[in-house]
């Protein structure tokens, strides 16, 4: 069964707090992306990418930044927490040939 | 820009109803569509998907059709149950693209026993 995991369910972090989001999937996906999930916005895309050591920025990156260093780790990194990063982040993974986008099941990163 | 389009929720339904979500979309190429679920407490699974037009993807006894002359790609359950309240997104991918996927807004079902 393919699996990506999240390292946590839940965080509770302070304004200023540096934060790591940790994701790891086990289907050698070459594609992954970070996404917020906001009431009434849907999933927006913060960054994905297509190899490893390559990123590219979605469509809300300003805050955000993130680092691939394996192949199957793809790691989101909030460099200065601020409440407005209030979220539920998911992290996916996909293969280009067949694009269909498999999910963790979610962070939900509270900021104090 | 690519762009998806889909009926704002809360839908409520009594066990048993008929259910439609709307979705339409908007891309420059020839794109292939999804629908996602997500169940409380869990992350986006696919539900369905079609390719091209005319495609009619289905599982767990819901349907969706690819109709490229209306741009549209609606979700449909003939007598939906409670375990099948969740939120529903549907997404679109093309080449244009590249390797990302525009997901709606998502519809939240409430299905009542």
């Known amino acids: 069964d393919v699996k990506v995991t999240q390292s946590s369910r839940y965080l509770v972090k302070r304004t200023g707090e540096k934060v790591f989001l940790e994701c790891v999937q086990d289907m050698d996906h070459e594609n992954m992306f970070w996404y917020r999930q906001d009431p009434g916005l849907g999933l927006r895309l913060i960054y994905f990418s297509y190899d490893v050591k390559m990123k590219e920025k979605g469509d809300i990156p300003e805050g955000y930044s993130v680092s691939r260093e394996k192949k199957e780790r793809f790691s989101l990194i909030l460099e200065s927490a601020s409440t407005n990063q209030t979220s539920m982040y998911l992290c996916?993974?996909?293969?280009?040939?067949?694009?269909?986008?498999?999910f963790g099941a979610g962070t939900r990163l509270s900021v104090l | 820009g690519n762009s998806v389009t889909q009926m704002e929720g809360p839908v409520t339904l009594s066990e048993e109803a008929f259910l439609t979500i709307n979705c339409t979309y908007t891309?420059?190429?020839?794109?292939?569509l999804f629908w996602y679920v997500q169940y409380p407490g869990e992350g986006l699974q696919l539900l369905l998907k079609?390719?091209?037009?005319?495609d009619k993807g289905s599982n767990k006894g819901f349907e969706a059709t690819y109709r490229k002359e209306t741009t549209s790609f609606h979700l449909e359950k003939g007598s939906v149950q409670v375990s099948d309240s969740a939120v529903y997104f549907c997404a679109l991918s093309d080449q244009t693209g590249g390797f990302k996927t525009i997901f709606g807004a998502g519809t939240r079902l409430f299905v009542k026993a």
């Open positions: 996916a993974s996909s293969s280009p040939e067949v694009n269909i986008q498999y």
């Open positions: 079609a390719t091209k037009a005319d």
């Open positions: 891309a420059t190429g020839y794109p292939s």
